[in-house]
């Protein structure tokens, strides 16, 4: 809470409870003797009304210079000022009483003065009451009440009819003393309001019970400026046999503790409302909503473009060569449902006038207050048609445009105005209004780095997922990446379609704990080494091994020396390799969901997949597992991150059958099934990445494949080249007949120098032209520059040179080498 807000609402209390009086009145005349006494004056000093009915008051005071300032004090004379202080009091009983006593003169139709008293139990006052004026002052030098503290008192007899009244009491509610006296209240001021006052008094009069803060609205004239807010406390006055003599009504204006406490529930509803999410242009709108009608009939938030796309607010907006930066409307809202009465629409670009309050307000950076909007020629308005012409329309009269500040910058300003409300601004609606925007300037603050961050991380994370994934002639493939809409920002998923040696794909997806740009960050880190060790053909088991050991060694290098524990990393991955010759596919998983497999006919089943120990957390003993499982041509392979499958209001069991259902489609495309399943598993904003891999496996049938098992030795060279040729012939591919001969001789002749047994060859026609030699042998080629007197050693740059890509793989009985070419003639 400002101190603003605060030092108003501590000073309408301290308005209620000093000016207030407490329920023990008695009312004096000039010769100060009692003349009417309630019964909580009988409750708090112990005398009843035949007490002291037409004795002087003077006396009930314990200390004797406390009685003679009282005789100086309520001595006749003409209009003395109201009086509050401490003082001691004489209980019947004998004991003493510090009591707060607050004393009113009233006026009578003859023109003499008369008294009411007011004493509070000093033991039942809030302690800074109690404290007020520190030391308790001896009568009368005791605190004099200022007159914006003055309580209205108003005496009326057992008809209602008025007697006796204060000149404060006019002040307060705009009665004149000529109109109030010898009339009752409905006959001086005729009104519901009124007449409600009069049944309330009238039930007083009957029951003796007081009846404290009844709040009612002033009876000024329609042409006063502001309306005040009233407190009445109505008690009954009893003569010297107990019998009713009147009412006293004791009015305390409570407009000041009123606006206050709404100011205060304005700030609650802020912190309630205003920035509920990380979102900029919502947070504006927020502010829009907040303001009306609480505060204004008509708010505008507009806020720099930079700040709505995340980036860097200008620190000093200001005018550059008669030019602002670009503005869009963030926020708007009117009383009038349904009716635009602004200039821009939500989204939309605004104009900033250059000679205009608004212009002002980004030059200094302070707010403009208008309190009566001036459209006299010669003003601002008068150059701005439009605004003008909608300040007319809509009987626009006052108006606040409070910058909107954060961290030393501008990032908008908020307008704010009223129409229907025909009280202007005051000086505590600009205060009020510059600390609801104070607040929702840190939100927006929040929110626009959230966008930068967020902004960041989608740029970085769909740089590294593939833009144009294909599947070459092992499978169709469709994908579908739906980045989290949360709080917690993007997340870590990816996924990629690798193209590996003898047409085969390596499919992944993989899923980094945490959000934000560092979980981007490590997604590509673990998608680079993924690709790398694919490139490598390692097994899919042993890849996740040497992934856990480099997310590992990726943890070691950011932890904090001073800080062992603080680094931490973790990630899922499921990888497959799939083989269109045989149609096997190879999978294995570290912690992560598993792949779903869906047959041609659209059955949907899981494979009993091991699930294996997520990425990161050095369980080394534990080792990854590899399944293999042979599939139909055309069978569907779904690969997907936890965020398609789990919800708050499931768990991932039935998640997963959820996706089966939505997977069982087999007559849709794989782009239709990949947008049905994510509408029907993700409707709405996710709270996690959403990551989902299709792909629609194909089969190389047996004129695509050829393949021969040779013998070892030198002589099956020629044969093996001859083999090759014929094949091509067949294919229709002659014209890779001689750079087919001539990488079949090298690596033919490489592999039977290193085998003790036969060597396979195979052809594969496929969207290249793949050659495959194979021997027993688990040593590894690598190629060599050759001096120029060397006879050997050129045969690997050979087929380096005459291929698009070449390589090595391990297998089970020893390793394969194998060489592609393009099918088309080309560089």
């Given at each position: 809470m400002s101190s603003s807000v605060a030092a108003a609402f501590t000073a309408a209390q301290t308005d209620v409870e000093v000016a207030g009086v407490g329920a023990a009145i008695a009312l004096l005349d000039a010769d100060a003797r009692v003349v009417g006494w309630t019964q909580a004056a009988e409750r708090l000093l112990g005398y009843a009304p035949a007490d002291v009915v037409g004795r002087s008051a003077v006396p009930l005071l314990a200390d004797g210079a406390d009685r003679a300032n009282a005789s100086a004090y309520l001595a006749p004379r003409s209009a003395p000022d109201p009086w509050s202080g401490f003082a001691k009091m004489r209980h019947r009983a004998g004991h003493t009483i510090d009591v707060r006593l607050c004393v009113q003169s009233v006026s009578g139709q003859d023109g003499r003065a008369q008294w009411v008293v007011s004493a509070t139990d000093k033991a039942t006052m809030?302690?800074?009451?109690?404290?007020?004026?520190?030391?308790?002052?001896?009568?009368?030098?005791?605190?004099?009440?200022?007159?914006?503290?003055?309580?209205?008192?108003?005496?009326?007899?057992?008809?209602?009819?008025?007697?006796?009244?204060?000149?404060?009491?006019?002040?307060?509610?705009?009665?004149?003393?000529?109109q109030r006296l010898g009339r009752r209240l409905s006959e001086a001021v005729p009104g519901s309001e009124a007449e409600t006052l009069e049944t309330l008094m009238r039930q007083v009069l009957r029951s003796g019970v007081p009846t404290l803060n009844v709040e009612y609205r002033s009876f000024l004239s329609s042409r006063a400026r502001s309306?005040?807010?009233?407190?009445?406390?109505?008690?009954?006055?009893?003569?010297?046999?107990?019998?009713?003599?009147?009412?006293?009504?004791?009015?305390?204006?409570?407009?000041?503790?009123?606006?206050?406490?709404?100011?205060?529930?304005?700030?609650?509803?802020?912190?309630?409302?205003?920035?509920?999410?990380?979102?900029?242009?919502?947070?504006?709108?927020?502010?829009?909503?907040?303001?009306?009608?609480?505060?204004?009939?008509?708010?505008?938030?507009?806020?720099?473009?930079?700040?709505?796309?995340?980036?860097?607010?200008?620190?000093?907006?200001?005018?550059?060569?008669?030019?602002?930066?670009?503005?869009?409307?963030?926020?708007?809202?009117?009383?009038?449902?349904?009716?635009?009465?602004?200039?821009?629409?939500?989204?939309?670009?605004?104009?900033?006038?250059?000679?205009?309050?608004?212009?002002?307000?980004?030059?200094?950076?302070?707010?403009?207050?208008?309190?009566i909007v001036d459209t006299s020629a010669g003003t601002w308005v008068e150059h701005h048609a439009a605004t003008q012409a909608a300040i007319h329309a809509y009987g626009a009269h006052?108006?606040?445009?409070?910058?909107?500040?954060?961290?030393?910058?501008?990032?908008?300003?908020?307008?704010?105005?009223?129409?229907?409300?025909?009280?202007?601004?005051?000086?505590?609606?600009?205060?009020?209004?510059?600390?609801?925007?104070?607040?929702?300037?840190?939100?927006?603050?929040?929110?626009?780095?959230?966008?930068?961050?967020?902004?960041?991380?989608?740029?970085?994370?769909?740089?590294?997922?593939?833009?144009?994934?294909?599947?070459?002639?092992a499978a169709d493939v469709a994908s579908h990446y739906l980045p989290a809409d949360s709080h917690h920002g993007v997340g870590g998923d990816w996924f990629d379609v690798i193209q590996l040696s003898g047409a085969r794909i390596a499919l992944v997806v993989g899923d980094v704990v945490g959000h934000g740009i560092n979980a981007a960050a490590t997604m590509g880190q673990l998608r680079a080494a993924v690709r790398t060790l694919a490139a490598m053909d390692v097994p899919p088991d042993e890849l996740l091994a040497r992934l856990d050991e480099q997310v590992v060694r990726l943890c070691e290098a950011d932890t904090d020396v001073e800080d062992p524990a603080g680094a931490t990393m973790a990630a899922t991955c499921l990888y497959a390799v799939y083989d269109p010759v045989t149609r096997c596919c190879t999978m294995a998983r570290a912690g992560h969901p598993p792949p779903a497999i869906v047959a041609p006919d659209g059955s949907v089943t899981f494979p009993p997949l091991p699930a294996g120990a997520p990425l990161g957390l050095g369980l080394g003993l534990v080792p990854f597992e590899s399944v293999t499982?042979?599939?139909?041509?055309?069978?569907?392979?779904?690969?997907?991150?936890?965020?398609?499958?789990?919800?708050?209001?499931?768990?991932?069991?039935?998640?997963?059958?959820?996706?089966?259902?939505?997977?069982?489609?087999?007559?849709?495309?794989?782009?239709?099934?990949?947008?049905?399943?994510?509408?029907?598993?993700?409707?709405?904003?996710?709270?996690?990445?959403?990551?989902?891999?299709?792909?629609?496996?194909?089969?190389?049938?047996?004129?695509?494949?050829?393949?021969?098992?040779?013998?070892?030795?030198?002589?099956?060279?020629?044969?093996?080249?001859?083999l090759a040729t014929s094949q091509l012939a067949r294919w229709g591919?002659?014209?890779?007949?001689?750079?087919?001969?001539?990488?079949?001789?090298?690596?033919?002749?490489?592999?039977i120098r290193h085998s003790d047994g036969t060597i396979g060859l195979r052809l594969i026609r496929h969207e290249g032209l793949t050659c495959e030699v194979h021997d027993t042998s688990n040593s590894h080629p690598c190629p060599r520059r050759p001096h120029i007197t060397d006879e050997n050693g050129r045969g690997l740059l050979l087929v380096k040179q005459l291929s698009r890509r070449w390589g090595t793989r391990h297998t089970s009985d020893g390793k394969l080498i194998w060489s592609e070419q393009r099918l088309a003639p080309g560089p």
């Open positions: 809030s302690p800074a009451s109690a404290t007020d004026g520190a030391v308790p002052q001896s009568l009368p030098g005791g605190l004099r009440l200022p007159g914006g503290l003055s309580v209205g008192v108003v005496i009326r007899d057992t008809e209602l009819r008025c007697t006796w009244a204060n000149d404060a009491q006019g002040v307060k509610d705009g009665i004149p003393l000529a309306e005040r807010t009233l407190t009445a406390s109505l008690f009954r006055l009893d003569d010297g046999q107990g019998r009713a003599l009147g009412v006293c009504v004791v009015s305390v204006d409570v407009t000041d503790s009123r606006r206050a406490r709404e100011r205060l529930a304005i700030l609650g509803e802020a912190g309630k409302r205003v920035g509920t999410t990380l979102d900029v242009t919502r947070t504006g709108q927020e502010l829009a909503d907040l303001a009306v009608p609480l505060l204004a009939d008509y708010a505008t938030v507009d806020l720099a473009e930079s700040v709505l796309l995340g980036d860097e607010p200008v620190s000093g907006l200001s005018l550059r060569g008669g030019r602002t930066p670009t503005f869009r409307r963030a926020g708007l809202a009117s009383i009038h449902q349904g009716i635009h009465s602004s200039l821009a629409g939500p989204g939309e670009r605004v104009v900033v006038p250059a000679k205009s309050p608004f212009s002002g307000v980004l030059r200094s950076g302070r707010s403009h207050f208008e309190p006052s108006l606040m445009v409070v910058p909107i500040h954060a961290r030393g910058a501008v990032l908008g300003m908020a307008l704010f105005v009223r129409t229907d409300d025909r009280a202007p601004f005051e000086k505590d609606d600009l205060l009020l209004a510059e600390e609801v925007v104070s607040w929702a300037a840190l939100s927006l603050d929040n929110a626009r780095q959230y966008a930068r961050e967020r902004l960041a991380a989608l740029a970085l994370q769909r740089h590294l997922l593939p833009h144009h994934a294909t599947g070459g002639s499982v042979r599939l139909p041509e055309h069978t569907t392979l779904a690969f997907y991150s936890d965020g398609l499958i789990e919800g708050r209001d499931h768990d991932i069991d039935v998640g997963m059958d959820r996706l089966a259902a939505a997977l069982a489609r087999p007559g849709l495309s794989l782009d239709e099934l990949s947008t049905s399943v994510v509408d029907a598993l993700a409707a709405g904003a996710p709270g996690d990445d959403v990551t989902l891999l299709l792909a629609r496996t194909r089969a190389l049938g047996p004129d695509q494949v050829a393949s021969w098992q040779l013998p070892a030795t030198p002589a099956v060279v020629r044969d093996a080249r001859a591919l002659d014209h890779l007949s001689e750079s087919t001969e001539l990488i079949v001789s090298e690596l033919v002749t490489n592999a």
